[in-house]
């Protein structure tokens, strides 16, 4: 084997003035947890959706997903831009993830309720995430974070909006 293929990942100090880069790649990792976390939910209402609201659900959880499925690379390389590891392991996804699976199937109107509230507490999240990174000089993830919760309260918004009888 080439030695370029024996390079394994490390972290890296950086110094574009963010305070604590560790720090906020742990805050960006519970964001990405939850992220893939939401995705898996998102997916799963979308191919297991039945009845009226059928066309409606399935077409606006296919757009989240999707959404969601593009912030999670996003996240990752700002994790990576601070120096720090993304996460590589499934198991420390579930453990830093807010995000619970539900075990039973759910109609239409509750699957939507139970979604909106899980992106209700990943914007909640998200909130002290953009209060850390103030704190901490990083107005990159200050930025994200802000976006990736304007994501959350919108969908939770469109997800009970659906689901209202």
């Not at 593009?70 to 499934?90: F, K, M, N, V, W």
């Amino acid at each position: 084997m080439t030695s370029a293929l024996n390079v394994v990942p490390e972290t890296t100090d950086i110094s574009t003035g963010v305070k604590d880069a560790e720090a906020m790649a742990k805050g960006l990792e519970n964001a990405l947890a939850d992220t893939y976390r939401l995705i898996f939910r998102t997916h799963a209402t979308h191919w297991n959706v039945e009845g009226p609201l059928f066309y409606s659900v399935h077409n606006l959880t296919e757009t989240q997903y999707q959404n969601l499925f593009d912030a999670a690379d996003d996240i990752a390389e700002r994790i990576r831009a601070l120096g720090q590891l993304a996460p590589s392991t499934l198991s420390s996804i579930v453990a830093n993830s807010v995000i619970q699976d539900d075990e039973a199937p759910a109609s239409a109107g509750d699957a939507c309720e139970a979604l909106a509230a899980d992106h209700e507490r990943v914007a909640h999240r998200l909130h002290a995430l953009i209060k850390i990174a103030g704190e901490h000089g990083d107005p990159v993830t200050e930025d994200m974070a802000t976006e990736r919760a304007a994501f959350h309260e919108k969908a939770a918004w469109m997800l009970r909006s659906i689901a209202k009888t």
